[in-house]
């Protein structure tokens, strides 16, 4: 596709359920990023792939949140035993190679808002 | 630590104001980048500008310019002549060693016809 596509875009859940978010990098782009943003907060740091392979995970917050992308290109977030805590917009970002290299750029997705109700 | 403040909230202008946004970080690493985002309603960042720490010249864009300070840690972002469009929360970031972006708070800033 044309940028980076997140599903769905809304999603409510109830306390205690299992819930995944799908990210659709851009074509090609092999860096894969996961940000959290808050009500009133910046984007916060979760995961971030290089290719198949989290190149690191220290923003996950705990052991309930686990994030794939077993052919280099699409990536589930799931989150377990949700809390009403998680509620927040999801983000994902891909870049063609990472960050670290040269002047490539993140495009964003417009984010999968999250509700634990 | 690294980090990045924003420390205006809000701001409000009448359309064909200026306004600049201000945003001060810290890092213990002599290189890194720092970064603008805009984030319209829609939810999207949209990426403004990135800014190596050894490139301390000023930059013009149309009705944007930044100005960045290794003086006083900072990397403001003017808007000249805001029009309602430009209405949005602003975002200035920064990355060191790491791929990861540290985000500010933000500045949400609302633009008047």
């Known amino acids: 596709g044309a940028g980076v596509s997140q599903t769905p875009s809304n999603k409510v859940t109830e306390k205690g359920k299992y819930v995944e978010l799908r990210c659709d990098p851009i074509s090609g782009h092999t860096a894969l990023y996961w940000y959290r943003q808050s009500l009133g907060q910046g984007p916060e740091f979760l995961i971030y792939f290089q290719g198949t392979g989290a190149a690191d995970d220290s923003g996950l917050p705990n052991d309930r949140f686990f994030a794939v992308r077993p052919e280099g290109s699409v990536s589930t977030l799931k989150i377990q035993r949700t809390e009403r805590g998680d509620s927040a917009v999801y983000l994902c970002?891909?870049?063609?190679?990472?960050w670290g290299e040269g002047n490539t750029e993140a495009f964003f997705g417009q984010g999968t808002r999250l509700t634990v109700v | 630590a690294q980090k990045v403040t924003q420390a205006q909230t809000e701001i409000s202008v009448v359309e064909k104001e200026d306004v600049t946004l201000d945003c001060v970080y810290e890092?213990?690493?002599?290189?890194?980048?720092l970064f603008w985002y805009k984030q319209p309603p829609s939810g999207e960042l949209v990426f403004l500008i990135r800014?190596?720490?050894?490139?301390?010249q000023n930059e013009i864009s149309g009705r944007y310019s930044w100005n960045f300070q290794k003086s006083t840690s900072s990397f403001n972002f003017t808007i000249t002549a805001s029009q309602v469009v430009d209405s949005a929360v602003y975002f200035c970031?920064?990355?060191?060693?790491?791929?990861?972006?540290?985000f500010g708070t933000g500045t949400r800033l609302q633009v008047f016809p």
């Open positions: 800014r190596n720490s050894f490139d301390e």
């Open positions: 970031a920064l990355r060191y060693n790491t791929d990861k972006l540290i």
């Open positions: 970002a891909s870049s063609l190679t990472p």
């Open positions: 890092t213990r690493d002599t290189t890194y980048y």
